[in-house]
């Protein structure tokens, strides 16, 4: 079901299995990547929901929340904080794709005693985005939304996929979408992620284009007793091309963790 939660004024939505958090279950937060929504997660939420307390956020201006959206990383940092306040979520995992993953890692980095662990998918330290990409949303964004469909699904799916993800970034505001490649295209946390000291899963499709494996390498090689998890025949959008391999990576972290 869609909930809504007022903060600053915004209404934010997600996805929840249940408006009451159940006792005894780990609390899980999806966070989508650049111009997508809670929507991009069906097929995690979808299998974990009996066994987890689930919520996929849609962040400010992406989905039915409301907002602009924001340019920086950290400004989405603050969101997710508030977040979790206004629902009283006690020490969840945040598992965010892409920019959500670099949201999970500076959350991490700032506010790690609020969390059980993270999950970074398709993730960096750094994320560059080509100039020509950010160019390309201001005069012709829909040409921008095909190469990236393309690019972000593994060869062997995009017949089957990229239609699907053309769809969901063509829902996106225009000025939203250009904010959060920006914001990607700022990060740089090569610093800071030597700090993380909360369990850590990093997932990345084999075949991933956008943010090669070697950017989640560099994480597992500096993040304390991080672990890696590379999903064969997958892309950028891993979740989506081979949700069977990547359910099982994460259900097996979430599954070690202690229940605090």
Known sequence: MIVSTEI?????????NSEKIAGGRRDLVFIHGSGADHR??????TKLQDDFNVAAIDLPGHGQSGGN????????????KQFLDARAVK????????LGAAISL????????LLSGIVAVGGGATMPVNEMILKGLKTDPDAVIALAAKFSVSKENRERLSRTVIEGLSRANSDVLYGDFLACDRLDIRDGIS???????IICGKNDKMMPP?????????????????IENAGHMVMLENPELFNRSLREFLESLPLV
């Not at 959206?69 to 997710?80: A, C, D, I, R």
């Open 106 to 113: 500076l959350f991490a980095i700032h506010y790690g005693d």
């Open 40 to 45: 991009i997660w069906i097929k995690q939420y």
């Open 195 to 201: 700090r993380i000291n909360i369990p850590t899963l």
């Open 91 to 98: 020490k969840p995992v945040l598992i965010g794709h892409s």
């Open 214 to 230: 070697e950017f989640s390498q560099f994480l597992q090689d500096t993040i304390p007793s991080a672990q890696l998890s590379l």
């Open 69 to 80: 959206g924001e340019q920086k990383v950290s400004l989405y940092v603050e969101w997710v």
């Open 8 to 16: 600053n004024c915004v209404n934010i939505a997600c996805w929840v």
